[in-house]
């Protein structure tokens, strides 16, 4: 495959990190931007391929929303499909130790990690990390481009560990996203044809994330 379409997986060794909603969201984000956006679903979970079949059940065909399609079999539908999109986005399984992540995530070239802040979430994020840049080391040295960011997700105003994301950063060898997504009811109002933007109450907050996210994986 040539290493022309974006591959970018948002991911997360824990449970509850809010890895596919992050991922729909900015799926369809850039398709609203005329971008050619799929979201292969291979989270044995099925979260966003289900939610999107019952978004057309009750509302019918999306007009401007991302395609998504659920897979177990990611490498096919890569050979198959990789030349019609300009960014696929891979929704896979929570990590659960270093081997697998490492498996998994050879096909992006670009991973955005969901952290809850924390000392017991970061360090069980560490490992997962730690497994993910060695996976970008060997990129590299292919040849190919690797981009590994943090973003701190369901961010709560006035708790202590906000003012320690430097520590946190520092102990996860990663960079954090300035903008954080904050802890808000009405994110979880958004489904898998729409984007946060379209939502007054975030749109600011999610702005400023979306923006971030465009200029540090260098997305035009």
Not at 2 to 28: F, Y
Not at 93 to 112: H, K, N, Y
Not at 138 to 145: E, Q, S, V
Not at 146 to 151: C, K, Q, S, W
Request: glycine share 6%; proline share 3%.
């Amino acid at each position: 495959m040539k290493e022309d379409t974006r591959i970018i997986s948002v991911c997360s060794q824990k449970g509850g990190s809010g890895k596919s909603a992050i991922t729909i969201w900015l799926a369809n984000c850039l398709r609203r931007e005329n971008k050619r956006v799929l979201v292969l679903d291979a989270d044995g979970q099925r979260t966003i391929a289900k939610l999107r079949a019952r978004e057309i059940e009750r509302l019918g065909e999306p007009e401007n929303a991302c395609e998504v399609m659920a897979t177990d079999d990611v490498a096919t539908v890569l050979d198959d499909r990789y030349e019609d999109f300009d960014i696929i986005f891979l929704d896979l399984p929570r990590m659960t130790g270093p081997d697998e992540a490492v498996m998994a995530l050879t096909f992006c070239d670009s991973i955005l990690v969901p952290i809850r802040l924390g000392d017991s979430d970061v360090l069980s994020a560490f490992e997962f990390i730690k497994a993910a840049k060695k996976m970008g080391d060997l990129r590299k040295g292919r040849g190919y481009d690797f981009n590994i960011f943090g973003v701190q997700n369901f961010r709560q105003h006035n708790l202590r560990e906000n003012v320690d994301i430097d520590r946190y950063a520092e102990m996860l060898d990663i960079t954090i996203f300035d903008n954080a997504l904050p802890n808000r009811a009405d994110f979880m109002r958004v489904g898998t044809s729409d984007c946060p933007l379209d939502y007054p109450t975030i749109a600011e907050a999610y702005r400023a994330f979306y923006q971030e996210f465009k200029q540090r994986y260098q997305i035009s």
